[in-house]
């Protein structure tokens, strides 16, 4: 039997006799001459059957064979510029492992509920597929960037035992009788985790309730959340545009073609390069108050919205860090400024292009008396607090720490709409299956 090759590699087997395994994923029928799209999971290489070269029941089977239909497929590789991928595949033989039933994706345009209702079967097309290999690009980046600085990965729980900040957007289980909570962040556990290992992250499934509906939320996703001691604010704005430039230089340098396919417009990405510019929370109160759309204007000290963060991120070629939020719309450990205890010692990096905030983070309060105030400031139950307390109490360090979404970096890099794209299978608000 012939070697089975992947069609990522069929470049160096030009003029060789190889197998290929894959699906089909389109078809061209010219009477004597066949023409398959055959799909392995590496790649898409045109696969030739002409009439007089192959046996009869296999010229029959390729004029015949239905779309996403399981098959094996040998012939000779050869070079051909006019050929998608610059190579195509002139058949010998071939075998149909499973014959598809009437495939329900079709040529013609289909609306995004009914793709997303059909989801396991879209992630077959070229679309979801090259965004799905650009996500795992920034994921093993994300991994690459922090393991080679030093940073160590711990994984923290999910099953959390308190509601502490409110149960309005938690998710309520069941654990063996108690009430539990699937957990929102890591950040908490995180921080004493520093205290034994210096530099950590942890990095995987978070869950939110919120009720929302819009482009930018989902109710399960990823998140990494480096978290590091003996830092400041500022290291810790360096550190966040040095990561995001690395995480698009990779995208840039790996997936042309996947970018390609989405019609991504690479000059944009090419932009976003270190150092990235930086905007005070009170400037940026101003800018958005001059605008002159009003939908975007808003109350000095309340928290930005979506609208805002679109405009603002929308006026830059390159991610913009919006800092120092007014305490009292930021969480509870955040450090506040020494001169100015109204404001927090905190940053959100929104991506260029309108796509908003993919980054939050700040430095975290080393004062016990502090801490201990702005838990009862937000009116939460210090006895879940207690071990967090204690790591003020027993050789506290000033830290900094943040949280990157990666569906919403992966919408950015890709430039697409909506964050259900971002994902294999995306849990929304009314949305679970499949």
């Known amino acids: 039997m012939p070697e089975h090759i992947y069609i990522q590699d069929v470049a160096k087997h030009v003029g060789e006799e190889v197998m290929l395994k894959g699906w089909l994923a389109d078809k061209t029928d010219k009477g004597r001459l066949q023409f398959l799209k055959v799909r392995d999971g590496t790649g898409l290489i045109q696969a030739t059957v002409f009439e007089r070269d192959v046996p009869h029941d296999v010229f029959a089977a390729a004029r015949n064979v239905s779309q996403e239909s399981s098959l094996e497929v040998v012939g000779i590789v050869r070079e051909d510029k006019r050929a998608s991928g610059g190579y195509e595949l002139a058949v010998k033989d071939m075998r149909i492992l499973q014959t598809a039933l009437d495939y329900p994706i079709g040529p013609k345009e289909h609306g ?113 959340e ?6 400041h604010l500022e290291d810790l704005l360096q550190f966040e545009e040095q990561f995001v430039s690395y995480l698009v230089a990779q995208v840039l340098d790996q997936r042309q073609e996947e970018l390609k396919v989405i019609e991504r417009d690479t000059r944009k990405l090419e932009a976003v390069q270190a150092p990235f510019p930086r905007m005070h929370y009170e400037d940026a109160v101003k800018w958005l108050n001059a605008q002159p759309d009003e939908t975007v204007h808003m109350i000095p000290g309340d928290d930005l919205g979506s609208p805002q963060e679109t405009a603002l991120s929308a006026a830059y070629d390159r991610p913009l860090f919006v800092h120092h939020y007014p305490a009292a719309v930021k969480a509870f450990y955040m450090e506040v400024e020494k001169d100015r205890p109204d404001l927090s010692l905190s940053a959100d990096l929104l991506a260029s292009e309108g796509y908003g905030e993919i980054i939050g983070g700040g430095e975290r309060t080393a004062r016990l008396e502090l801490l201990e105030q702005r838990i009862q400031e937000h009116h939460l139950p210090r006895a879940a607090y207690e071990w967090y307390l204690d790591l003020r109490r027993y050789g506290s360090v000033p830290h900094v720490g943040f949280g990157l979404g990666v569906e919403r970096t992966v919408t950015w890099i890709c430039g697409i709409h909506h964050l259900r794209e971002a994902a294999a299978f995306p849990r929304m608000l009314e949305k679970m299956y499949p």
């Open 226 to 231: 480096p978290e590091w001691a003996y830092a």
């Open 112 to 224: 995004v509920e009914f793709l997303m209702a059909n989801r396991h079967l879209w992630i077959r097309h070229a679309r979801p597929r090259a965004i799905l290999r650009i996500r795992a690009t920034v994921i093993k980046a994300i991994r690459d960037f922090l393991d080679s600085r030093g940073f160590v990965n711990v994984d923290t729980p999910i099953f959390t035992p308190n509601a502490v900040e409110g149960t309005g957007t938690l998710f309520a289980v069941d654990y063996f009788g108690e009430p539990a909570y699937l957990a929102q962040s890591g950040q908490l556990y995180n921080e004493a985790n520093i205290m034994a290992l210096g530099r950590v992250y942890c990095f995987g499934p978070t869950f939110r309730a919120e009720k929302s509906k819009t482009r930018r939320h989902l109710t399960e996703f990823w998140m990494v």
